[in-house]
Nanobody, 124 residues
Framework: QVQLVESGGGLVQAGGSLRLSCAAS????????MGWFRQTPGKERESVAR????????YYADSVKGRFTISRDLAKNTVYLQMSSLRPEDTAVYYC?????????????????WGQGTQVTVSS
Protein backbone atom coordinates (compact mmCIF):
# COMPACT_ATOMS: atom_id res chain seq x y z
CA GLN A 1 0.00 0.00 0.00
CA VAL A 2 1.00 3.56 -0.70
CA GLN A 3 -0.29 6.57 1.17
CA LEU A 4 -0.28 9.98 -0.50
CA VAL A 5 -0.62 13.28 1.30
CA GLU A 6 -1.01 16.53 -0.61
CA SER A 7 -0.25 19.97 0.68
CA GLY A 8 0.15 23.49 -0.62
CA GLY A 9 -3.33 24.39 -1.72
CA GLY A 10 -5.03 27.61 -0.75
CA LEU A 11 -6.48 30.89 -1.92
CA VAL A 12 -4.54 33.01 -4.38
CA GLN A 13 -5.30 35.95 -6.62
CA ALA A 14 -5.36 35.58 -10.37
CA GLY A 15 -1.85 35.77 -11.74
CA GLY A 16 -0.37 34.34 -8.58
CA SER A 17 1.47 31.10 -7.93
CA LEU A 18 1.18 28.05 -5.73
CA ARG A 19 3.22 24.91 -5.35
CA LEU A 20 1.50 21.67 -4.49
CA SER A 21 3.39 18.80 -2.93
CA CYS A 22 2.47 15.14 -2.70
CA ALA A 23 4.45 13.00 -0.31
CA ALA A 24 4.27 9.25 -0.60
CA SER A 25 4.82 6.73 2.15
CA UNK A 26 4.49 3.00 2.46
CA UNK A 27 5.55 0.68 -0.33
CA UNK A 28 6.99 3.37 -2.54
CA UNK A 29 9.69 1.33 -4.21
CA UNK A 30 8.81 0.25 -7.68
CA UNK A 31 7.76 1.68 -10.96
CA UNK A 32 5.35 4.38 -9.99
CA UNK A 33 4.33 6.99 -12.45
CA MET A 34 2.73 10.08 -11.00
CA GLY A 35 0.01 12.43 -11.98
CA TRP A 36 -1.88 15.48 -10.87
CA PHE A 37 -5.61 15.70 -11.51
CA ARG A 38 -8.25 18.25 -10.66
CA GLN A 39 -11.98 18.19 -10.24
CA THR A 40 -14.75 20.72 -9.86
CA PRO A 41 -18.32 19.98 -8.76
CA GLY A 42 -20.35 18.25 -11.42
CA LYS A 43 -17.38 17.61 -13.67
CA GLU A 44 -15.19 14.61 -14.27
CA ARG A 45 -11.72 14.44 -12.81
CA GLU A 46 -9.26 15.66 -15.42
CA SER A 47 -5.56 15.14 -15.91
CA VAL A 48 -3.49 18.25 -15.36
CA ALA A 49 0.07 16.96 -15.52
CA ARG A 50 1.85 13.63 -15.31
CA UNK A 51 5.33 12.19 -15.31
CA UNK A 52 6.48 8.75 -16.29
CA UNK A 53 8.71 6.92 -13.88
CA UNK A 54 10.75 5.16 -16.53
CA UNK A 55 11.63 8.13 -18.73
CA UNK A 56 10.80 11.20 -16.68
CA UNK A 57 8.72 12.40 -19.63
CA UNK A 58 6.15 14.97 -18.66
CA TYR A 59 2.76 15.67 -20.14
CA TYR A 60 0.41 18.59 -19.59
CA ALA A 61 -3.16 19.44 -20.35
CA ASP A 62 -3.38 22.12 -23.01
CA SER A 63 -5.07 24.43 -20.54
CA VAL A 64 -2.03 24.51 -18.26
CA LYS A 65 0.89 24.23 -20.68
CA GLY A 66 3.45 26.92 -20.07
CA ARG A 67 1.98 27.72 -16.66
CA PHE A 68 2.28 24.50 -14.63
CA THR A 69 5.32 22.32 -14.07
CA ILE A 70 5.36 18.83 -12.63
CA SER A 71 8.53 17.58 -11.00
CA ARG A 72 9.60 14.85 -8.63
CA ASP A 73 12.16 14.09 -5.99
CA LEU A 74 12.59 10.34 -6.04
CA ALA A 75 14.76 10.38 -2.93
CA LYS A 76 11.94 12.04 -1.00
CA ASN A 77 9.15 10.13 -2.76
CA THR A 78 7.54 13.45 -3.49
CA VAL A 79 5.96 14.93 -6.58
CA TYR A 80 5.33 18.63 -7.03
CA LEU A 81 3.10 20.80 -9.13
CA GLN A 82 4.32 24.36 -9.56
CA MET A 83 1.42 26.50 -10.73
CA SER A 84 2.00 29.99 -12.06
CA SER A 85 -0.12 32.62 -13.77
CA LEU A 86 -3.14 31.11 -12.08
CA ARG A 87 -6.58 31.83 -13.44
CA PRO A 88 -10.01 31.61 -11.83
CA GLU A 89 -10.77 28.61 -14.03
CA ASP A 90 -7.93 26.74 -12.30
CA THR A 91 -10.06 26.66 -9.16
CA ALA A 92 -10.60 23.02 -8.23
CA VAL A 93 -9.68 20.27 -5.83
CA TYR A 94 -6.31 18.94 -6.91
CA TYR A 95 -5.36 15.31 -6.41
CA CYS A 96 -2.10 13.50 -6.83
CA UNK A 97 -2.06 9.90 -7.94
CA UNK A 98 0.44 7.09 -8.33
CA UNK A 99 0.29 4.37 -10.88
CA UNK A 100 2.11 1.04 -10.64
CA UNK A 101 3.48 1.32 -14.14
CA UNK A 102 6.60 2.86 -15.63
CA UNK A 103 4.46 4.92 -17.99
CA UNK A 104 1.99 7.57 -16.94
CA UNK A 105 -1.57 7.87 -18.17
CA UNK A 106 -4.13 10.65 -18.54
CA UNK A 107 -6.94 8.38 -17.41
CA UNK A 108 -7.88 8.56 -13.74
CA UNK A 109 -8.89 4.90 -13.82
CA UNK A 110 -5.30 3.92 -14.60
CA UNK A 111 -4.05 5.07 -11.20
CA UNK A 112 -3.82 2.86 -8.17
CA UNK A 113 -3.37 5.30 -5.30
CA TRP A 114 -4.85 8.72 -4.63
CA GLY A 115 -4.30 11.51 -2.19
CA GLN A 116 -7.12 13.14 -0.28
CA GLY A 117 -7.12 16.26 -2.42
CA THR A 118 -6.24 19.86 -1.74
CA GLN A 119 -8.39 22.87 -2.59
CA VAL A 120 -7.01 25.54 -4.87
CA THR A 121 -9.08 28.69 -5.21
CA VAL A 122 -8.09 31.48 -7.57
CA SER A 123 -9.90 34.76 -7.10
CA SER A 124 -10.39 37.26 -9.89
Amino acid sequence: QVQLVESGGGLVQAGGSLRLSCAASGRTSGYYSMGWFRQTPGKERESVARISRSTGTTYYADSVKGRFTISRDLAKNTVYLQMSSLRPEDTAVYYCAFRVDPLSSASPTAYDYWGQGTQVTVSS
